[in-house]
């Protein structure tokens, strides 16, 4: 996508509190999704006349073990001054209690590196502190209750089943820059089963007839004086962590993504 922040999709794609969730509460399933990418024709007031891509998102591991998770986005952007390629790859991996979290994320532009982001973050007596090593080498401490990437899924889902209909918290999941924490607003919708309108993907395997519900998230970027979110996600999110209904909003434009194909992926043996 256009910013390297937007691998939040389940991230973002596809979660208050540092603690370890209670044994058992919540398994998110190992996965290999597949989204298209294309612009969203009701957004107003766009430059963009059109998009199209790919978004891959593979999530591994347990809360034993830690969960990986790679994502890569290919976009291309019909802009008024020309097409605009770009592609963002992220991999990283948290611990089940998220107390440590290593991420890697690259966002390059018509194939130059645009932004980049390396580094490890560390949570001790609940303070977290990121020692990054691009786009520079330094040590910043973040501070208490801020959640990483697989612990604000978890939080969502345990909200969401709870029929909580707001959840705020913030968020650090290395992008763009592997300083920046964003305050999130999540509203939660309702429970559905319904499998009208679902693609193919969403009704087979550990999918089928599985619960979901719709949420959206703001992202507003700490001590920064909008009100306006710096972007909004919007999705549907299946009880094991699993997303579909993909809507990326960056205020001048906005894209969906559609799942087109999904995998589950081996789980492995864990007793929490």
């Known amino acids: 996508m256009p910013s390297a922040s937007s691998t939040r999709l389940v991230v973002t794609a596809l979660l208050l509190g540092a603690s370890a969730l209670p044994a058992m509460a ?42 990986s998770v790679q994502l890569r986005q290919d976009t291309a952007l019909a802009t008024e001054g020309g097409r605009v390629n770009s592609e963002v790859t992220t991999a990283t991996w948290e611990d089940g209690e998220g107390k440590s979290y290593r991420f890697r994320v690259t966002n390059r532009v018509n194939g130059e590196t645009s932004e980049e982001a390396d580094g490890v973050a560390e949570r001790k007596e609940g303070d977290l502190t990121v020692m990054a090593t691009k786009p520079e080498e330094r040590t910043l401490a973040l501070g208490k209750n801020i959640l ?18 707001v959840l705020e918290a913030p968020v650090f999941d290395g992008s763009p820059d592997a300083r920046k924490v964003y305050d999130t607003l999540a509203v939660i919708g309702r429970e559905t089963r319904d499998a009208k309108g679902l693609e193919d993907a969403a009704t087979a395997g550990d999918l089928a007839g599985r619960p979901r519900f719709p949420v959206t998230i703001s992202y507003y970027e700490r001590g920064g004086s909008s009100e306006t979110p710096d972007y909004v996600i919007s999705f549907d999110m299946f009880d094991n962590g699993v997303s579909r209904k993909l809507t990326l909003d960056y205020g001048e434009f906005a894209l969906n993504g559609t799942l087109i194909s999904y995998e589950a992926l081996a789980k492995e043996d864990c007793a929490k």
């Not at 294309?38 to 809360?63: C, Q």
């Not at 990483?148 to 209909?165: D, F, K, M, N």
């Open 148 to 165: 990483l990437p697989t612990q604000h899924v978890l939080r969502l889902i345990r909200s969401a089943e709870s029929g909580e209909a």
């Open 26 to 67: 919540i398994q998110l399933s190992p996965h290999r999704a597949t989204y298209a990418v294309s612009l969203d024709a009701s957004k107003s007031g766009t430059r963009i006349n059109g998009a199209e891509g790919r978004i891959v998102y593979e999530m591994r591991g347990s809360a034993c073990d830690g969960y």
